[in-house]
């Protein structure tokens, strides 16, 4: 079991780093938003390297965008014009990307300094409480995210709990990169997601409340598709049953490593980092600019509050909302991506 110091927040509180470690997998988790500031895995060679984008110390993530490796909430994605209506009544959100709000607001969760309240060598249980009114939402909340590793799997367990209704979608948005953090833009990598619509969006990426199938769209990524290309930043549905089912799979043929994402919430949000700034510094000196990584972010629909065909995402008072996501990692030989590198 390990933690260690990551900086001074300037209200002089500490964020502290947990480190969880298999013998195949290590993660870094910081108390400052939950995040996921490193992952770091074997190639096919048995090299291991960091594959999660990230800052060197708390204060970066305060200061830089990007939301790199941040559990995001009370909401995340965007919710329209920063307002909702719930129980006979408009709710009115802090706006933080005018005249909408997003990823919970500008002191969503992913600013906040949540508490250790549980950690093994392979498991890190924090817990953080938003009280009424935080960022506008009703409601106090208190949130559980529990990070595990086990294997070649490294798995997210948020439980929610609030005493008035309200709405919760609660994910991580981890940028991933298999070749390395620091080793440049994600367009060799190939992607699959089994989903057989996709939401429609405006200009400004609100959902129109339109549901449209996949075929025929660059989003069709039932088939392993090259990322090269492909300006992504649209929320999928996934398909299968209720319950936890696959998301979606990345692999790299550069260093053979893949990942595959499971989840039981309803919808994928695939981001390709096409609006990260140019020579943003991150760890180790790296600069990472657009498409310098992937989210894949498991949630509710954005704007699921303003529009009752898409999957609730209400949190009625004194119930319980449990979600999961996890990543599993592996390698593969040159020869097993053959056929999904015959676009070279």
Known sequence: MKRIPFGNLPDGRIAELCVLADPRAEAAVSTLGATLVSVRTPDRNGSWADIALGFDAAADYLSRPGCLGATVGRYAGRIANGRFPLNG?????????????IHGGPEGFHRQLWTVVHQTDTRLELCLTSHAGDQGFPGTLTALAAFSLQDDTLTLEV??????????????????NLSGHDSGAIDRHILTVQAETYLETDRDTIPTGGILPVEGTPQDLRRPVPLKGRELDHTLLLSG???????????????????????DLPALQVYTGDHLPPALPGKGGALYGPRSGLCLEAQFCPDAPNHPNFPSALLPAGTETIHTISWEFGVEAAEQLKEETAYD
């Open 159 to 176: 439980c929610a709990r609030s005493d008035d209704d309200t709405v919760c979608s609660i994910t991580n948005h981890v940028y991933w």
């Open 89 to 101: 009544r408009t709710v009115e959100l802090v706006k933080n990307r005018p005249p909408h709000t």
């Open 241 to 263: 049953p209720e319950g936890l089912k696959p998301a979606g799979r990345l692999a790299d043929p550069v260093s053979g490593r893949w990942l595959r994402a499971s989840t």
